[in-house]
């Protein structure tokens, strides 16, 4: 089994990733965004330093990918990742334009051909309001300059990558609304997702009378 969590800024994507590690006794490969020297200048001025920013998160991601999933896959356990690959070409098309966007998908094109897929996508949602107050609450100092029209910008995106403009061949997606959902407190919530996945990726013991929302 190899999963996925999906979803914008501040959406829970890394909280319940390690929830969901025990439960599934899984390998878990988190993404390393901090070490990024020049996101906290890009949150400030995202025109000036969006290149930059792009290219050093398309290598590092590749770079940590190539290497991490194929071994950790061969290792016989599941994997749960808090990211994809190819939500780093969504952020491109955001951030990029004119040579610098075309350069861009040269490179990863050619990069994105030798990175395994997860089996399944699980993208959360929640309102901008949700998510800005999460985003505060957290209170990442490189996230303090962050606009709300970025956030709804990235929401839109989302929408359009993993649900609208979904390329034939691409990882399945399931759809997990957590405007009202507390996996920390409250164990229902996070069994309540578990279940999804199970029935999403046919795994046993699952309920399969439980709703679901796919997209792929």
């Not at 400030?44 to 950790?72: G, K, M």
Request: hydrophobic share 45%; with cysteine.
């Amino acid at each position: 089994m190899y999963l996925a969590i999906e979803g914008v800024i501040g959406v829970g994507k890394t909280t319940l990733a390690r929830l969901l590690q025990p439960i599934f006794q899984a390998n878990l490969l988190l993404e390393v965004f901090e070490e990024n020297p020049f996101l906290s200048s890009f949150y400030t001025d995202r025109q000036r330093y969006a290149f930059q920013t792009q290219i050093f998160f398309l290598l590092s991601r590749y770079r940590q990918q190539h290497q991490a999933v194929p071994q950790l896959l061969a290792s016989g356990k599941p994997l749960i990742a808090d990211y994809t690959f190819e939500k780093d070409a969504l952020f491109a098309r955001i951030n990029l334009q004119g040579d610098e966007l075309e350069m861009y998908w040269r490179v990863h094109e050619a990069l994105a051909e030798k990175i395994p897929l997860p089996q399944l996508v699980v993208l959360l949602r929640a309102d901008v309001d949700v998510l800005m107050q999460r985003i505060a609450l957290r209170d990442r100092p490189y996230e303090r300059n962050m606009e709300r029209a970025y956030i709804e910008q990235l929401c839109r995106a989302y929408e359009q990558h993993f649900l609208e403009n979904r390329r034939l061949g691409s990882s399945p997606v399931l759809v997990v609304d957590t405007n009202h959902l507390d996996y920390i407190r409250n164990p229902q919530d996070l069994n309540s997702v578990v279940e999804r996945i199970r029935q999403a990726l046919r795994l046993s013991p699952f309920q399969a009378e439980l709703p679901l929302q796919m997209e792929g």
